[in-house]
């Protein structure tokens, strides 16, 4: 063997080559890296913005709703100031107030001012009789004469010592001039478990601001930024969004209280049908730095990772040209031994020729270091070559899979020492595919004991090992479709349920729901004398509507009368299509006067909102209160059903309750 085949690679184009192979990793990593940050930034502006929506969803339908309550009170009002002279019961409109205020979600009072800025009713009692001329809400209402319009007032100091915020309306006598309003303050507790709901990170703050730029509301406030007035900082965030002109924005910048880099979500709120004079405007904000720190992480962990494998791969370049510059060595000083050891095996190999060339199986032999001395062509066609004369002078090693590969001199020297090696090994084709193969080696020594060579012998077996693996696979995609079909079955099963106790028609809640639902109210007031409510409400004249319009109309009306009451009762409340036009209204804990009022409240909604279609529709209403000395569910559902036919002789849209 020349001196040129065993000369080792040049040193530093090895150098080169692992240079620019780092240089190119270290490139892809941070192409990689620069990616997820991007999308980890996408991802999280999204996030923020949906979080701001959900709050601006709710919050615009909830001064939806108290304007529509302002708008009932309103409506009713001269009717309740007459009964209240009539019957001589001065707290009459205060008991409506209150009865209004339970009703809304988020609401805290529910006060009427008259024209001359005094305090005439409250669902507080003890405010009664306040003179608020000098407030800056009556200074507001009362330049107001657009009774349509809802007043979002700025955030004052209450008498409670409590920083809130309220919204009014005007009451305008029959000359159209200034008559006093109505006022609804709203609860800062509500504020605090709406926006407390979505907060999904430890460094994200929310806020509620008012359109002039008073700080309403703050979530997570530990520098106090509650009662701010951002008018005083024209550098605010907050201004950046109002300059837009847009509903909604995401905002990068500084804020000026805290001096943190932030990004915040913006969202304006309105009544959702309703026009108001000024808007809300709530806003959810992270810090960057906090933001980005699982990216600065793994970015951390990336560098370290990279650091070492370029440590690794340096130091095992070096160890490979010392090992390569002293096998090179070795073979020169023994080339001369070589030359008599070969003279010697020659008439031994000369022997074996014909042997290994036929044999069945791929045979070869390797010198001491583990390069290939002979091979038959069965074993040229196992790795890939046209023939044996290739492979001579090559490493052996190169061929097995890298976890073989790394191991393979401490291996060798084992088999040396053991004289016998056996198994099963995977290794690698000229090409790059990888093969399994059975493998059994002996060692031919001389008579001194000396290290001649190895003879070994290999057989593909990778065609069994891809049935094996086959079959493996056969069964990981059995077992998932089978897990595939129980969660097909589950879901089936689940929406079974659902159909069993809804009703296809409207969504509501179906009969047999119902009477769960009233077996378990009426169990819990055997356990607690928590009191219920049941109505049972009925569409008047609904079989002149299918036999004049016919039953699709029918089936509209039957849909829009449930959606109406569902819009109208509390979340709290059990509602379910009882059979037929009938629908029944479970109120829990609510008493009878209580549960008059929403019943009279599902009738006005009803007739107030007239199908486009059928006309004007309207209820009969049996109000009934379970006791605990009813023996069952059904007695007051009985009862509700008796007042609701008392209610229908009596001339139908109305509501009974019984004494």
């Not at 073979?331 to 001369?336: H, P, T």
Request: hydrophobic letters at 40%.
């Amino acid at each position: 063997m020349s001196d040129s085949s065993q000369s080792p690679p040049n040193g530093k184009a090895l150098w080169s080559g692992l240079v620019l192979l780092l240089l190119g990793l270290a490139a892809a990593l941070g192409l990689d890296l620069y990616a997820e940050y991007r999308t980890a930034y996408a991802h999280e502006r999204a996030h923020l913005d949906r979080v701001a929506r959900t709050v601006e969803l709710n919050l615009s339908r909830s001064l939806q709703t108290t304007s529509d309550a302002l708008d009932a009170i309103r409506e009713e009002l001269p009717w309740l100031l007459s009964q209240q002279i009539e019957h001589q019961d001065p707290q009459l409109l205060n008991r409506r107030l209150r009865t209004m205020v339970v009703a809304q979600k988020g609401v805290r009072s529910l006060l009427l001012v008259d024209a001359a800025g005094r305090l005439v009713a409250s669902s507080r009692p003890e405010q009664v009789g306040q003179d608020v001329r000098n407030g800056e809400r009556y200074q507001t209402i009362s330049r107001s004469h657009n009774p349509a319009l809802l007043h979002v007032l700025a955030p004052a100091m209450s008498p409670l010592k409590t920083y809130v915020m309220s919204v009014g309306r005007v009451l305008l006598d029959s000359q159209g001039r200034f008559d006093g309003y109505l006022l609804a303050v709203l609860d800062p507790g509500y504020f605090s478990v709406l926006l407390d709901s979505v907060r999904y990170a430890p460094d994200m703050h929310g806020a509620l601001i008012h359109q002039d730029g008073q700080v309403v509301f703050r979530l997570s406030d530990p520098q106090g930024l509650t009662e701010l007035d951002l008018r005083t900082q024209p550098d605010a965030l907050y201004w950046q969004h109002v300059r837009s002109g847009q509903a909604h924005s995401l905002i990068e910048g500084v804020t000026p209280t805290t001096g943190q880099e932030v990004l915040v979500a913006f969202r304006s709120i309105r009544p959702t049908s309703t026009p108001a004079d000024k808007a809300l405007a709530v806003f959810f904000s992270r810090d960057r730095s906090a933001l980005l720190a699982p990216w600065r992480k793994e970015l951390a962990i990336r560098s370290a990772l990279f650091a070492s494998m370029a440590l690794v791969a340096s130091a095992g370049l070096f160890i490979y040209q010392r090992r390569r510059a002293a096998y090179v060595r070795l073979l020169a000083i023994r080339e001369s031994d070589r030359e008599q050891a070969e003279a010697q095996l020659r008439d031994s190999e000369r022997r074996f020729r014909d042997l290994f060339v036929h044999l069945p199986v791929a045979y070869q032999s390797l010198d001491i270091a583990g390069c290939w001395l002979d091979a038959n062509q069965r074993m040229a066609d196992l790795l890939g070559f046209k023939s044996p004369q290739e492979m001579i002078g090559l490493d052996f090693s190169r061929f097995w899979c890298e976890d073989l590969h790394r191991p393979f001199d401490g291996a060798y020297e084992q088999f040396k020492a053991n004289h016998t090696i056996d198994g099963a090994i995977t290794q690698r084709q000229r090409d790059g595919r990888l093969i399994n193969v059975l493998f059994a080696g002996r060692i031919q020594r001389d008579a001194q004991g000396n290290f001649l060579r190895t003879h070994c012998v290999l057989l593909d077996i990778s065609e069994r090992r891809a049935m094996e693996q086959h079959v493996l696979q056969l069964n990981a995609e059995l077992e998932s479709k089978v897990e595939a079909r129980t969660a097909a079955l589950a879901q089936a099963n689940q929406e079974l349920h659902h159909q069993a106790r809804h009703d296809a028609l409207t969504g509501l809640a179906n009969r047999m729901a119902a009477n769960e639902r009233l077996r378990s109210e009426f169990l819990l007031l055997q356990r607690s004398q928590r009191p219920y409510a049941v109505l049972l409400l009925d569409i008047d004249h609904f079989k002149q509507v299918n036999d004049s319009l016919g039953h699709e109309a029918g089936d509209k009306v039957l849909q829009d009368v449930a959606q109406r009451l569902r819009a109208t009762l509390r979340e709290s409340d059990f509602l379910a299509r009882w059979g037929g036009e009938e629908f029944l209204v479970l109120l829990p804990a609510t008493d009878r006067t209580e549960a008059r009022l929403v019943a009279e409240k599902l009738r006005l909604a009803v007739e107030q909102a007239p199908d486009p279609v059928a006309g004007r529709i309207t209820l009969s209403i049996g109000v009934a209160a379970a006791n605990p000395e009813q023996l069952s569910e059904n007695d007051a559902v009985r009862l509700a059903d008796l007042l609701l036919y008392g209610a229908k002789n009596a001339g139908r849209n109305r509501v009974h309750a019984g004494a």
